[in-house]
């Protein structure tokens, strides 16, 4: 199974820290944000695509050498970004896979055992999502929300970041998506043209198909802002 990273974002609102370098690339204890969901994937992939954009392309180079083969999307600005969804469709034409992909943001820090996810996947392989109970209705606002079937875990409906989040089901962007919903994902590009997030994609799915969820145990912290990153290195630490 190959690992589709996407970092082309321009990290817009933690600048003025992202002007000269990517969101995935800032330090959290002692190396870039990306590097600690590489490292705690590496074990369970046979290796990883890094989508960047244009601006950060060389960056991203520089900091892969040999333990991934990094993609320019070619978007040299925040306004004319390609989007996840364009992202991960230019990945899988450049580089085609022979099987399921597992496909994350770049930006999210996790303090879990990947082990108990990828298990379940094996054990039943399907389209499977991490989904995890969020107590904090400011942070279920800028994550997908999801309503889940409790008999089998399925995914009924998925909102992306809802203004009234109806659920406490948070699913951040870590899918295991199988050959069936990587083909998918032409029919969804040509409805939603102007598609951007991930969970619109996964929202769009689950209303045809199966879309499983497994419950993470542990926890999960979105760098998505200043204030994000202010918590990173302790939360990395401590777990506070």
């Known amino acids: 199974m190959k690992a589709i990273i996407l970092c082309a974002g321009f990290g817009t609102r933690l600048y003025p820290l992202t002007k000269d370098r990517a969101k995935p690339l800032l330090p959290v204890a002692g190396k870039p944000i990306v590097e600690h969901l590489v490292d705690q994937l590496a074990a369970h992939v046979d290796g990883f695509v890094v989508v960047s954009n244009r601006r950060f392309y060389d960056a991203f180079v520089t900091w ?113 998506l199988e050959p069936e919903a990587i083909e998918a994902l032409g029919a969804y590009i040509a409805d939603y043209t102007r598609a951007d997030a991930l969970g619109g994609f996964i929202g769009w799915l689950a209303e045809r198909s199966s879309v499983y969820t497994h419950e993470m145990q542990g926890s999960r912290l979105d760098v998505g802002d200043l204030d994000g990153y202010a918590k990173a290195e302790n939360w990395m630490k401590n777990g506070v």
């Open 64 to 176: 892969a050498g040999r333990r991934a083969h990094v993609l320019d999307d070619g978007a040299t600005t925040n306004e004319t970004r390609l989007g996840a969804v364009q992202d991960l469709a230019l990945a899988l034409r450049e580089s085609p896979p022979d099987g399921p992909v597992l496909v994350a943001a770049g930006d999210n820090l996790f303090r879990i055992a990947f082990g108990a996810f990828f298990d379940d996947y094996h054990k039943k392989p399907r389209t499977l999502v991490l989904r995890y109970r969020e107590t904090s209705i400011d942070k279920c606002r800028q994550t997908g929300i999801a309503e889940i079937n409790a008999h089998d875990g399925r995914i009924v409906k998925l909102w992306e970041k809802p203004d009234e989040p109806p659920t406490p089901w948070a699913c951040p962007a870590l899918y295991i």
